[in-house]
């Protein structure tokens, strides 16, 4: 079974801090994302990677950057962080070239901003 | 862009059926996906249409019309542990495997 680990399930965090957010995958994954969900909003593309270094912009990575050193980890990186970055934060990852093949999430990591 | 609409939120009989709508305007998809998420858990997969009809998969089966621009998720002889948000995504068809959600219809399931 495909295994999707972030680092925490919490996070409580100062308006400016510096944050990291920690995404594994255990399956040899190319593709992986980070999306934020929100009540009313439902799942938004932040960013995601399609390989080793490599990285695109979503729906909404404003405030955000990633970083893909190696094929099994997906950061998400909160520059200074802000009160309406509070929400809950979901990696995924799927293979490369296969159409249907599923996103598999992380538990997710609920970040408050204080 | 996309462009997905679901209903926020049904409510449904233990025992029965509900069907879930998702429309869509988008210019173009590879396939679209359904995802169930309990309260509190990770979306999980449920099932995936590129061609028009239907998938079946026990309970849970799924329709896609692409020229109606319209999928919908039926949920067959409902059981309690329904109860969840039920998501519906559409595939992108650039490179990464890019997947966009609607908003999600929650589904409470009485006994």
């Known amino acids: 079974d495909v295994k999707v680990t972030q680092s925490s399930r919490y996070l409580v965090k100062r308006t400016g801090e510096k944050v990291f957010l920690e995404c594994v995958q255990d399956?040899?994954?190319?593709?992986m994302f980070w999306y934020r969900q929100d009540p009313g909003l439902g799942l938004r593309l932040i960013y995601f990677s399609y390989d080793v270094k490599m990285k695109e912009k979503g729906d909404i990575p404003e405030g955000y950057s990633v970083s893909r050193e190696k094929k099994e980890r997906f950061s998400l990186i909160l520059e200074s962080a802000s009160t309406n970055q509070t929400s809950m934060y979901l990696c995924?990852?799927?293979?490369?070239?296969?159409?249907?093949?599923?996103?598999?999430f992380g538990n997710g990591t609920r970040l408050t901003v204080t | 862009g996309q462009n997905i609409d679901q209903p926020t939120e049904m409510t449904a009989t233990e025992g029965a059926i509900v069907q879930i709508n998702c429309t869509y305007q988008?210019?173009?998809?590879?396939?679209l996906f359904w995802y169930q998420q309990h309260a509190g858990e990770a979306p999980t997969f449920l099932s995936y249409?590129?061609?028009?009809g239907l998938e079946e998969k026990g309970r849970f089966s799924s329709f896609l019309s692409r020229s109606k621009g319209y999928s919908y998720l039926l949920l067959k002889e409902l059981q309690m542990k329904d109860s969840a948000s039920y998501l519906c995504a559409l595939l992108g068809e650039a490179a990464g495997n890019k997947l966009t959600f609607g908003g999600g219809t929650r589904v409470l399931v009485k006994p």
């Open positions: 249409n590129v061609l028009d």
């Open positions: 988008t210019s173009g998809f590879n396939g």
């Open positions: 399956m040899d994954h190319e593709n």
């Open positions: 995924a990852s799927t293979l490369r070239g296969s159409r249907n093949s599923p996103l598999h």
